[in-house]
Protein backbone atom coordinates (compact mmCIF):
# COMPACT_ATOMS: atom_id res chain seq x y z
CA UNK A 1 0.00 0.00 0.00
CA UNK A 2 2.48 2.30 -1.24
CA UNK A 3 0.14 5.02 -3.27
CA UNK A 4 0.47 4.21 -6.43
CA UNK A 5 -3.21 3.55 -6.55
CA UNK A 6 -4.58 5.48 -4.36
CA UNK A 7 -7.48 7.74 -4.74
CA UNK A 8 -6.51 11.64 -4.22
CA UNK A 9 -9.06 13.04 -1.59
CA UNK A 10 -8.30 16.64 -0.22
CA UNK A 11 -5.54 19.53 -1.26
CA UNK A 12 -2.99 18.11 -3.36
CA UNK A 13 -0.94 14.86 -2.36
CA UNK A 14 2.70 15.76 -0.87
CA UNK A 15 5.84 14.36 -2.92
CA UNK A 16 7.23 11.43 -1.70
CA UNK A 17 5.36 11.15 1.91
CA UNK A 18 2.37 8.48 1.92
CA UNK A 19 1.73 9.24 5.71
CA UNK A 20 -1.46 10.91 5.40
CA UNK A 21 -2.95 8.39 3.03
CA UNK A 22 -1.24 4.96 4.99
CA UNK A 23 -3.36 6.11 8.12
CA UNK A 24 -6.95 3.81 8.91
CA UNK A 25 -9.94 5.61 7.91
CA UNK A 26 -11.49 4.35 11.18
CA UNK A 27 -8.99 4.10 13.68
CA UNK A 28 -6.33 7.35 14.73
CA UNK A 29 -3.15 4.88 16.11
CA UNK A 30 -0.37 4.55 13.82
CA UNK A 31 -1.01 1.40 11.20
CA UNK A 32 1.16 -1.20 10.59
CA UNK A 33 3.67 -1.48 13.77
CA UNK A 34 2.64 -4.83 13.66
CA UNK A 35 5.15 -5.78 10.65
CA UNK A 36 7.55 -2.40 11.16
CA UNK A 37 11.08 -3.27 10.74
CA UNK A 38 13.56 -4.78 13.49
CA UNK A 39 16.87 -4.40 13.93
CA UNK A 40 19.43 -6.37 16.80
CA UNK A 41 21.31 -4.56 18.64
CA UNK A 42 24.73 -6.09 17.40
CA UNK A 43 23.72 -5.36 13.93
CA UNK A 44 25.24 -1.92 12.50
CA UNK A 45 22.70 -0.06 10.96
CA UNK A 46 22.95 2.88 8.72
CA UNK A 47 21.53 5.57 11.03
CA UNK A 48 20.71 6.17 14.90
CA UNK A 49 18.79 8.72 15.63
CA UNK A 50 18.10 9.63 19.35
CA UNK A 51 14.42 11.18 19.71
CA UNK A 52 11.11 10.91 17.45
CA UNK A 53 9.88 14.56 17.77
CA UNK A 54 9.83 17.00 14.82
CA UNK A 55 13.15 16.88 13.29
CA UNK A 56 14.36 13.46 14.23
CA UNK A 57 10.90 12.04 12.56
CA UNK A 58 11.57 13.92 9.36
CA UNK A 59 15.02 12.63 8.89
CA UNK A 60 13.82 8.95 9.49
CA UNK A 61 11.13 9.05 7.08
CA UNK A 62 13.37 11.21 4.38
CA UNK A 63 16.67 8.37 4.83
CA UNK A 64 14.11 5.66 5.11
CA UNK A 65 12.66 6.07 1.76
CA UNK A 66 16.26 6.00 0.13
CA UNK A 67 17.05 2.58 1.58
CA UNK A 68 18.70 3.61 4.96
CA UNK A 69 18.56 1.29 7.48
CA UNK A 70 17.47 3.34 9.97
CA UNK A 71 16.53 3.01 14.05
CA UNK A 72 14.92 5.66 16.15
CA UNK A 73 15.45 5.59 19.78
CA UNK A 74 12.55 7.19 21.53
CA UNK A 75 12.14 7.06 25.90
CA UNK A 76 8.39 7.45 25.51
CA UNK A 77 5.68 5.07 23.47
CA UNK A 78 3.95 4.90 20.50
CA UNK A 79 0.08 6.69 21.10
CA UNK A 80 -3.00 5.99 20.21
CA UNK A 81 -5.04 8.81 20.28
CA UNK A 82 -8.82 6.58 20.25
CA UNK A 83 -7.05 4.61 23.58
CA UNK A 84 -4.41 7.11 25.14
CA UNK A 85 -5.95 10.70 24.50
CA UNK A 86 -8.66 12.17 26.02
CA UNK A 87 -10.42 15.61 26.28
CA UNK A 88 -9.08 17.03 29.95
CA UNK A 89 -6.27 18.93 30.72
CA UNK A 90 -4.70 17.04 32.94
CA UNK A 91 -5.53 13.31 31.40
CA UNK A 92 -2.91 14.79 28.34
CA UNK A 93 -0.41 15.01 31.55
CA UNK A 94 1.44 11.93 30.29
CA UNK A 95 1.98 13.95 27.05
CA UNK A 96 5.12 15.85 28.76
CA UNK A 97 8.33 15.43 29.66
CA UNK A 98 7.79 14.92 33.53
CA UNK A 99 11.02 13.98 34.70
CA UNK A 100 12.77 16.31 37.26
CA UNK A 101 14.77 18.74 35.89
CA UNK A 102 16.78 21.86 37.81
CA UNK A 103 16.05 25.27 36.87
CA UNK A 104 18.14 28.72 38.16
CA UNK A 105 19.10 31.96 37.43
CA UNK A 106 17.66 35.04 37.55
CA UNK A 107 14.05 34.45 35.41
CA UNK A 108 14.10 30.58 36.26
CA UNK A 109 12.29 28.80 33.10
CA UNK A 110 9.28 26.62 34.23
CA UNK A 111 9.43 23.01 32.62
CA UNK A 112 6.76 20.65 31.50
CA UNK A 113 4.37 20.77 29.05
CA UNK A 114 5.15 24.16 27.45
CA UNK A 115 8.82 23.36 26.23
CA UNK A 116 9.16 19.64 25.92
CA UNK A 117 7.19 16.03 24.88
CA UNK A 118 7.13 12.47 25.69
CA UNK A 119 6.56 9.72 23.75
CA UNK A 120 6.50 9.28 19.54
CA UNK A 121 5.40 13.10 17.89
CA UNK A 122 7.65 14.87 20.64
CA UNK A 123 6.07 17.85 21.85
CA UNK A 124 4.19 18.93 18.88
CA UNK A 125 2.06 15.71 19.63
CA UNK A 126 0.48 19.15 21.76
CA UNK A 127 1.51 21.86 20.33
CA UNK A 128 -1.06 24.39 19.36
CA UNK A 129 -0.22 23.86 15.84
CA UNK A 130 0.73 27.31 14.84
CA UNK A 131 3.42 26.96 12.37
CA UNK A 132 4.66 30.71 11.01
CA UNK A 133 8.07 30.37 8.70
CA UNK A 134 11.00 32.38 10.02
CA UNK A 135 11.76 35.28 8.35
CA UNK A 136 14.72 35.83 5.72
CA UNK A 137 16.20 38.37 8.71
CA UNK A 138 15.98 35.42 11.53
CA UNK A 139 19.51 33.95 9.65
CA UNK A 140 20.97 37.70 9.76
CA UNK A 141 20.41 38.58 13.10
CA UNK A 142 24.27 40.36 13.95
CA UNK A 143 24.80 41.77 10.36
CA UNK A 144 21.30 43.50 10.35
CA UNK A 145 20.80 44.09 13.61
CA UNK A 146 24.35 43.87 15.72
CA UNK A 147 23.20 41.42 18.20
CA UNK A 148 22.53 37.65 18.30
CA UNK A 149 24.60 35.62 15.81
CA UNK A 150 24.47 34.88 12.23
CA UNK A 151 23.37 31.40 10.84
CA UNK A 152 25.52 29.55 8.52
CA UNK A 153 23.03 29.02 6.39
CA UNK A 154 20.30 31.48 4.65
CA UNK A 155 16.57 31.61 4.94
CA UNK A 156 17.32 30.65 0.86
CA UNK A 157 18.34 27.95 1.47
CA UNK A 158 15.44 26.48 3.71
CA UNK A 159 12.81 28.32 1.80
CA UNK A 160 11.71 24.70 -0.78
CA UNK A 161 12.13 22.98 2.52
CA UNK A 162 9.51 25.20 4.40
CA UNK A 163 7.34 24.52 0.82
CA UNK A 164 7.86 21.03 1.51
CA UNK A 165 6.63 20.71 4.74
CA UNK A 166 4.00 23.02 4.29
CA UNK A 167 2.24 20.68 2.02
CA UNK A 168 3.05 17.50 3.91
CA UNK A 169 1.51 18.95 7.63
CA UNK A 170 -0.09 20.41 5.45
CA UNK A 171 -0.82 24.11 7.16
CA UNK A 172 -4.23 26.18 6.37
CA UNK A 173 -4.13 30.14 5.95
CA UNK A 174 -4.57 33.25 4.45
CA UNK A 175 -1.92 34.88 2.34
CA UNK A 176 1.06 35.59 4.35
CA UNK A 177 2.27 39.18 3.88
CA UNK A 178 5.27 39.11 6.26
CA UNK A 179 8.86 38.01 5.78
CA UNK A 180 8.74 36.62 2.21
CA UNK A 181 5.61 36.43 1.35
CA UNK A 182 3.84 32.97 0.24
CA UNK A 183 0.21 31.48 0.95
CA UNK A 184 -0.64 28.13 1.94
CA UNK A 185 -1.96 24.45 0.48
CA UNK A 186 -5.32 24.59 3.12
CA UNK A 187 -7.18 28.64 2.81
CA UNK A 188 -7.98 30.04 6.94
CA UNK A 189 -10.12 28.16 9.22
CA UNK A 190 -13.57 30.03 10.38
CA UNK A 191 -12.89 32.00 13.21
CA UNK A 192 -14.73 32.64 17.05
CA UNK A 193 -15.90 35.66 18.81
CA UNK A 194 -12.93 35.86 20.55
CA UNK A 195 -10.94 36.61 17.53
CA UNK A 196 -13.18 38.39 15.80
CA UNK A 197 -12.92 40.74 19.13
CA UNK A 198 -8.89 40.48 19.71
CA UNK A 199 -9.00 41.81 15.44
CA UNK A 200 -11.78 44.63 15.98
CA UNK A 201 -9.14 45.82 18.52
CA UNK A 202 -5.75 45.33 16.48
CA UNK A 203 -7.58 47.00 13.38
CA UNK A 204 -8.36 50.51 15.62
CA UNK A 205 -4.58 50.18 16.38
CA UNK A 206 -3.51 49.62 12.49
CA UNK A 207 -2.62 46.76 13.59
CA UNK A 208 -2.28 43.95 10.34
CA UNK A 209 -4.13 40.13 11.35
CA UNK A 210 -4.21 37.16 9.64
CA UNK A 211 -6.08 33.92 9.91
CA UNK A 212 -3.61 31.17 10.47
CA UNK A 213 -0.85 29.46 9.63
CA UNK A 214 -1.90 25.98 11.46
CA UNK A 215 -1.65 22.96 10.56
CA UNK A 216 -4.56 21.69 10.95
CA UNK A 217 -6.52 20.37 8.33
CA UNK A 218 -9.17 22.40 6.55
CA UNK A 219 -10.73 20.24 4.11
CA UNK A 220 -10.36 15.95 4.12
CA UNK A 221 -6.11 15.40 3.46
CA UNK A 222 -6.23 11.44 2.47
CA UNK A 223 -7.55 9.73 5.64
CA UNK A 224 -7.45 12.88 7.94
CA UNK A 225 -10.83 14.57 8.35
CA UNK A 226 -11.54 18.06 8.71
CA UNK A 227 -10.84 19.93 11.70
CA UNK A 228 -13.65 19.01 14.01
CA UNK A 229 -12.91 22.41 16.14
CA UNK A 230 -12.99 20.24 19.82
CA UNK A 231 -10.57 22.47 21.37
CA UNK A 232 -7.57 20.21 22.89
CA UNK A 233 -5.29 20.99 20.54
CA UNK A 234 -2.72 20.93 23.27
CA UNK A 235 -4.06 17.96 24.75
CA UNK A 236 -3.22 15.93 21.65
CA UNK A 237 -5.90 15.66 18.37
CA UNK A 238 -8.22 13.13 18.90
CA UNK A 239 -9.17 12.96 15.45
CA UNK A 240 -5.88 13.86 13.86
CA UNK A 241 -6.70 16.47 11.99
CA UNK A 242 -3.93 18.37 14.00
CA UNK A 243 -0.66 17.83 12.39
CA UNK A 244 2.23 16.15 14.70
CA UNK A 245 4.86 13.52 13.40
CA UNK A 246 2.52 10.59 14.74
CA UNK A 247 0.36 11.27 11.61
CA UNK A 248 2.89 13.69 9.06
CA UNK A 249 5.96 11.22 8.91
CA UNK A 250 5.89 8.53 11.51
CA UNK A 251 3.80 5.84 8.94
CA UNK A 252 5.32 6.65 5.92
CA UNK A 253 8.91 5.75 8.02
CA UNK A 254 7.77 2.72 8.76
CA UNK A 255 6.51 1.57 5.71
CA UNK A 256 9.91 2.15 4.23
CA UNK A 257 11.56 0.22 6.87
CA UNK A 258 12.39 2.77 9.60
CA UNK A 259 12.12 0.99 13.27
CA UNK A 260 11.17 2.99 15.89
CA UNK A 261 12.06 1.33 19.05
CA UNK A 262 10.08 2.75 22.08
CA UNK A 263 10.51 3.35 25.60
CA UNK A 264 14.22 3.57 25.26
CA UNK A 265 16.07 5.92 27.38
CA UNK A 266 19.60 7.02 25.22
CA UNK A 267 22.21 7.69 27.83
CA UNK A 268 25.29 7.63 26.15
CA UNK A 269 26.82 8.00 22.52
CA UNK A 270 29.94 5.57 22.45
CA UNK A 271 32.81 6.38 20.71
CA UNK A 272 36.40 4.10 19.22
CA UNK A 273 39.58 5.02 19.72
CA UNK A 274 39.70 7.57 16.67
CA UNK A 275 37.22 9.41 17.97
CA UNK A 276 34.28 8.27 15.89
CA UNK A 277 30.68 6.95 17.03
CA UNK A 278 29.88 3.30 17.05
CA UNK A 279 26.44 3.92 18.35
CA UNK A 280 24.28 5.05 21.21
CA UNK A 281 23.58 3.04 24.79
CA UNK A 282 20.00 3.23 25.87
CA UNK A 283 17.87 2.04 28.81
CA UNK A 284 14.93 -0.41 28.31
CA UNK A 285 13.02 -2.20 30.66
CA UNK A 286 15.63 -1.49 33.60
CA UNK A 287 18.32 -2.93 31.16
CA UNK A 288 21.27 -1.29 29.03
CA UNK A 289 21.30 -2.27 25.73
CA UNK A 290 24.21 -0.62 22.80
CA UNK A 291 22.72 -0.10 19.32
CA UNK A 292 25.92 0.00 16.55
CA UNK A 293 25.58 2.57 13.87
CA UNK A 294 27.60 4.15 11.54
CA UNK A 295 26.01 7.51 11.81
CA UNK A 296 24.49 8.86 14.94
CA UNK A 297 22.04 11.86 14.71
CA UNK A 298 20.86 13.14 18.12
CA UNK A 299 17.24 14.89 17.89
CA UNK A 300 16.18 14.85 22.07
CA UNK A 301 15.75 18.86 21.92
CA UNK A 302 17.41 21.53 23.75
CA UNK A 303 17.40 20.18 26.71
CA UNK A 304 18.02 15.98 26.90
CA UNK A 305 20.39 17.03 23.29
CA UNK A 306 22.90 18.95 25.86
CA UNK A 307 22.34 16.06 28.35
CA UNK A 308 23.46 13.27 26.38
CA UNK A 309 26.06 14.93 24.92
CA UNK A 310 27.71 16.32 28.10
CA UNK A 311 27.05 12.61 29.49
CA UNK A 312 29.25 11.19 27.07
CA UNK A 313 32.38 11.55 28.23
CA UNK A 314 35.61 9.42 27.52
CA UNK A 315 39.26 10.04 28.10
CA UNK A 316 39.24 11.38 24.58
CA UNK A 317 36.31 13.55 24.92
CA UNK A 318 36.82 14.10 29.19
CA UNK A 319 34.01 17.10 29.12
CA UNK A 320 31.78 16.06 27.27
CA UNK A 321 30.97 14.66 23.30
CA UNK A 322 31.60 17.47 20.61
CA UNK A 323 32.06 19.77 23.71
CA UNK A 324 36.23 20.40 23.36
CA UNK A 325 35.69 24.53 23.05
CA UNK A 326 32.40 24.17 26.21
CA UNK A 327 29.92 25.26 23.75
CA UNK A 328 27.63 22.18 24.38
CA UNK A 329 24.36 23.46 26.38
CA UNK A 330 24.97 26.99 25.74
CA UNK A 331 23.15 29.85 24.03
CA UNK A 332 20.01 27.74 25.14
CA UNK A 333 17.13 30.00 24.25
CA UNK A 334 12.75 30.52 25.11
CA UNK A 335 10.64 33.23 23.88
CA UNK A 336 9.35 35.62 26.14
CA UNK A 337 5.21 34.97 26.14
CA UNK A 338 3.26 37.19 27.90
CA UNK A 339 -0.53 37.14 27.73
CA UNK A 340 -3.23 39.57 28.01
CA UNK A 341 -7.39 38.72 28.56
CA UNK A 342 -9.94 41.10 27.56
CA UNK A 343 -13.29 40.69 28.82
CA UNK A 344 -16.50 41.20 27.32
CA UNK A 345 -20.49 41.48 27.62
CA UNK A 346 -21.24 38.85 25.00
CA UNK A 347 -20.30 35.05 25.45
CA UNK A 348 -16.87 34.36 23.18
CA UNK A 349 -16.29 30.86 23.76
CA UNK A 350 -12.22 31.37 22.94
CA UNK A 351 -11.44 27.23 23.71
CA UNK A 352 -13.43 26.53 20.45
CA UNK A 353 -11.15 26.94 17.48
CA UNK A 354 -7.41 26.05 17.35
CA UNK A 355 -5.44 28.28 19.83
CA UNK A 356 -4.00 30.21 17.60
CA UNK A 357 -6.82 31.76 15.33
CA UNK A 358 -5.23 34.77 14.00
CA UNK A 359 -1.93 36.73 14.39
CA UNK A 360 0.50 38.99 13.08
CA UNK A 361 3.82 39.89 12.29
CA UNK A 362 3.84 43.92 11.88
CA UNK A 363 6.25 44.30 15.06
CA UNK A 364 8.49 41.14 14.20
CA UNK A 365 11.65 43.34 13.03
CA UNK A 366 13.70 45.95 14.46
CA UNK A 367 12.24 49.07 14.41
CA UNK A 368 14.40 51.79 16.43
CA UNK A 369 12.10 53.89 17.51
CA UNK A 370 10.86 51.35 19.99
CA UNK A 371 14.53 51.07 21.97
CA UNK A 372 15.64 47.19 21.50
CA UNK A 373 16.26 45.50 18.72
CA UNK A 374 14.60 42.36 17.32
CA UNK A 375 10.68 42.33 18.09
CA UNK A 376 7.35 39.77 18.75
CA UNK A 377 4.64 38.16 16.87
CA UNK A 378 0.97 38.23 18.11
CA UNK A 379 -1.68 35.05 18.47
CA UNK A 380 -5.27 34.98 19.82
CA UNK A 381 -5.32 31.90 22.32
CA UNK A 382 -7.72 30.02 24.16
CA UNK A 383 -6.88 28.24 27.18
CA UNK A 384 -8.76 25.83 28.10
CA UNK A 385 -10.61 26.23 32.52
CA UNK A 386 -7.20 24.79 34.35
CA UNK A 387 -5.05 27.01 31.68
CA UNK A 388 -7.26 29.85 32.39
CA UNK A 389 -7.41 29.77 36.58
CA UNK A 390 -3.34 29.43 35.76
CA UNK A 391 -3.58 32.79 34.18
CA UNK A 392 -5.47 34.54 36.99
CA UNK A 393 -3.94 33.34 39.78
CA UNK A 394 -0.65 34.76 37.47
CA UNK A 395 -2.25 38.02 37.74
CA UNK A 396 -2.45 37.51 41.44
CA UNK A 397 -6.17 36.70 42.05
CA UNK A 398 -6.90 34.19 44.85
CA UNK A 399 -10.02 33.02 46.57
CA UNK A 400 -13.43 34.29 45.79
CA UNK A 401 -11.98 36.17 43.11
CA UNK A 402 -10.68 33.71 41.33
CA UNK A 403 -14.04 31.55 41.61
CA UNK A 404 -15.64 34.59 39.85
CA UNK A 405 -12.96 34.76 37.17
CA UNK A 406 -13.53 31.49 36.98
CA UNK A 407 -17.04 31.48 36.62
CA UNK A 408 -16.55 34.54 33.66
CA UNK A 409 -14.59 31.77 31.59
CA UNK A 410 -16.94 32.05 28.61
CA UNK A 411 -16.91 35.93 28.49
CA UNK A 412 -12.84 36.65 28.14
CA UNK A 413 -10.52 36.26 24.90
CA UNK A 414 -6.98 36.26 25.16
CA UNK A 415 -3.51 37.37 22.86
CA UNK A 416 -0.64 36.50 23.67
CA UNK A 417 2.64 37.86 22.09
CA UNK A 418 6.12 35.67 21.21
CA UNK A 419 8.90 37.86 21.83
CA UNK A 420 12.48 36.98 20.37
CA UNK A 421 14.86 37.07 23.23
CA UNK A 422 18.76 36.94 22.66
CA UNK A 423 21.44 34.07 23.19
CA UNK A 424 23.56 34.42 25.32
CA UNK A 425 26.06 32.76 26.25
CA UNK A 426 26.01 31.65 30.37
CA UNK A 427 21.71 30.57 29.47
CA UNK A 428 22.40 27.10 29.27
CA UNK A 429 22.34 23.33 30.31
CA UNK A 430 24.28 21.60 32.43
CA UNK A 431 24.52 18.39 34.37
CA UNK A 432 23.70 18.68 38.00
CA UNK A 433 25.26 16.17 40.74
CA UNK A 434 21.94 14.60 41.42
CA UNK A 435 20.99 11.65 39.11
CA UNK A 436 17.70 9.87 37.41
CA UNK A 437 16.40 6.46 37.88
CA UNK A 438 19.02 5.16 34.98
CA UNK A 439 21.74 6.75 36.77
CA UNK A 440 21.49 9.82 34.58
CA UNK A 441 23.08 13.10 35.71
CA UNK A 442 19.73 15.41 35.94
CA UNK A 443 20.06 18.75 34.03
CA UNK A 444 20.18 22.08 35.20
CA UNK A 445 18.93 24.78 32.91
CA UNK A 446 20.08 28.46 33.87
CA UNK A 447 18.30 31.54 32.46
CA UNK A 448 18.52 35.27 32.54
CA UNK A 449 16.98 37.78 30.48
CA UNK A 450 18.93 40.80 29.76
CA UNK A 451 17.98 44.71 29.22
CA UNK A 452 17.33 44.22 25.49
CA UNK A 453 14.68 41.14 25.93
CA UNK A 454 13.20 43.25 29.18
CA UNK A 455 12.35 46.14 26.83
CA UNK A 456 11.02 43.62 24.08
CA UNK A 457 8.42 41.93 26.70
CA UNK A 458 7.19 45.01 28.16
CA UNK A 459 6.47 46.93 24.29
CA UNK A 460 4.62 43.96 23.49
CA UNK A 461 2.38 43.90 26.48
CA UNK A 462 1.86 47.48 26.09
CA UNK A 463 0.35 46.64 22.62
CA UNK A 464 -1.19 43.98 23.47
CA UNK A 465 -3.19 45.95 26.50
CA UNK A 466 -3.80 48.99 23.38
CA UNK A 467 -5.44 46.15 21.25
CA UNK A 468 -8.08 45.35 24.30
CA UNK A 469 -8.96 48.84 25.30
CA UNK A 470 -9.13 49.70 21.57
CA UNK A 471 -11.80 46.68 21.92
CA UNK A 472 -13.87 48.36 24.39
CA UNK A 473 -12.71 45.79 27.06
CA UNK A 474 -14.57 45.78 30.05
CA UNK A 475 -11.64 43.91 31.92
CA UNK A 476 -7.77 42.75 31.43
CA UNK A 477 -6.03 40.37 33.16
CA UNK A 478 -1.52 39.89 32.26
CA UNK A 479 0.29 37.11 32.64
CA UNK A 480 3.81 36.52 32.16
CA UNK A 481 5.13 33.47 30.91
CA UNK A 482 7.82 32.14 28.28
CA UNK A 483 7.53 29.35 25.30
CA UNK A 484 9.26 27.25 22.98
CA UNK A 485 12.99 26.26 24.32
CA UNK A 486 15.52 26.49 20.89
CA UNK A 487 19.69 26.15 21.24
CA UNK A 488 22.21 24.58 23.24
CA UNK A 489 24.33 22.97 20.14
CA UNK A 490 24.09 25.42 17.77
CA UNK A 491 25.35 25.64 14.61
CA UNK A 492 28.21 27.87 13.04
CA UNK A 493 31.28 28.66 11.10
CA UNK A 494 33.78 27.33 13.87
CA UNK A 495 34.16 24.84 16.88
CA UNK A 496 34.86 28.49 19.15
CA UNK A 497 31.66 29.26 18.92
CA UNK A 498 28.94 26.43 17.96
CA UNK A 499 28.65 22.58 18.01
CA UNK A 500 28.03 21.74 14.97
CA UNK A 501 28.66 23.30 11.18
CA UNK A 502 26.08 24.00 8.95
CA UNK A 503 25.36 20.38 7.31
CA UNK A 504 24.94 19.35 11.26
CA UNK A 505 27.60 17.86 11.93
CA UNK A 506 29.80 18.30 15.37
CA UNK A 507 32.60 19.68 15.06
CA UNK A 508 35.53 17.11 15.54
CA UNK A 509 33.35 13.88 15.39
CA UNK A 510 32.68 13.39 11.65
CA UNK A 511 29.70 10.93 12.46
CA UNK A 512 27.97 12.44 14.73
CA UNK A 513 24.81 14.54 13.62
CA UNK A 514 22.65 16.74 15.78
CA UNK A 515 19.00 17.14 14.46
CA UNK A 516 16.80 19.08 16.66
CA UNK A 517 15.79 23.05 17.52
CA UNK A 518 19.59 22.83 19.62
CA UNK A 519 21.05 23.74 16.64
CA UNK A 520 19.51 27.61 15.98
CA UNK A 521 21.75 29.96 16.96
CA UNK A 522 18.93 32.57 17.33
CA UNK A 523 14.97 32.67 18.46
CA UNK A 524 12.94 34.21 16.06
CA UNK A 525 9.03 35.93 16.89
CA UNK A 526 8.05 33.02 15.35
CA UNK A 527 6.83 29.17 16.66
CA UNK A 528 9.70 26.75 15.84
CA UNK A 529 8.70 23.37 14.88
CA UNK A 530 8.06 24.73 10.80
CA UNK A 531 11.97 25.46 11.35
CA UNK A 532 13.21 22.40 12.79
CA UNK A 533 11.25 20.09 10.52
CA UNK A 534 12.61 22.14 7.47
CA UNK A 535 16.33 21.83 8.82
CA UNK A 536 15.88 17.89 9.14
CA UNK A 537 14.74 17.78 5.39
CA UNK A 538 17.68 20.37 4.28
CA UNK A 539 19.91 17.73 6.18
CA UNK A 540 18.44 14.94 4.59
CA UNK A 541 18.59 16.32 1.10
CA UNK A 542 22.32 16.96 1.53
CA UNK A 543 23.25 13.49 3.40
CA UNK A 544 21.47 11.97 0.25
CA UNK A 545 22.69 13.70 -2.26
CA UNK A 546 26.25 12.78 -1.17
CA UNK A 547 25.43 9.30 -1.85
CA UNK A 548 25.34 9.76 -5.80
CA UNK A 549 28.28 9.94 -7.98
CA UNK A 550 27.87 9.88 -11.64
CA UNK A 551 24.23 10.31 -11.69
CA UNK A 552 24.04 6.61 -10.44
CA UNK A 553 22.80 5.39 -7.07
CA UNK A 554 25.70 3.47 -5.28
CA UNK A 555 25.00 0.74 -2.13
CA UNK A 556 23.91 2.45 0.94
CA UNK A 557 26.95 1.04 3.00
CA UNK A 558 29.34 2.77 0.05
CA UNK A 559 27.20 5.58 -0.30
CA UNK A 560 27.27 6.17 3.50
CA UNK A 561 31.15 6.09 3.79
CA UNK A 562 31.10 8.95 1.64
CA UNK A 563 29.11 10.69 3.50
CA UNK A 564 31.10 10.74 6.15
CA UNK A 565 34.16 11.57 4.71
CA UNK A 566 32.87 13.83 1.99
CA UNK A 567 33.03 16.96 4.06
CA UNK A 568 30.34 19.49 3.79
CA UNK A 569 29.68 22.67 1.84
Not at 283 to 301: I, N
Not at 317 to 335: I, S, T
Request: aromatic share 8%; hydrophobic share 35%; with cysteine.
Amino acid sequence: MKGAGLVLKGSLRPKDNDSAFLLDPHRRGVPNRERMQRHRDGDEVDLVIVGCGAGGSVLAQRLGRAGWRVVVLEKGPFWDPDEDWVSDEEGAHALYWNEKRIVGGEDPVEMGKNNSGHGVGGSMAHFAGYAPRFHPSDFEVRTRDGVGADWPISYWDLKASFERVERELPVAGQHWPWGDPHGYPHGPHPITGAAERAWEGARACGIRMRVGPVAITNGVFGNRPHCIYRGFCLQGCKVNAKASPLVTHVPDAIEHGVEIRTNSMAVRIEIDGTGRCTGVTYVREGREHHQRAALVAVAGYSIETPRLLLNSTSARYPHGLANNDDQVGRYVMVQGAPQVAGRFPERLSMYKGPPPEISSEDFYETDESRGFARGFSLQSVGPLPIGWAEHVRGDGHWGAALREYMRDYNHWAVVGCLAELLPLPDNRVTLADETDHNGLPIARFDYTQCDNDRANIAYAKRVMNDVWSAAGAQDTLTIDRYAHLVGGARMGTSPEESVVDSDHRAWGVPNLLVADGSVMPTQSAANPALAIMALADRLAARLLAKRVEDGRPRPPRTGLVAVLEGGGA
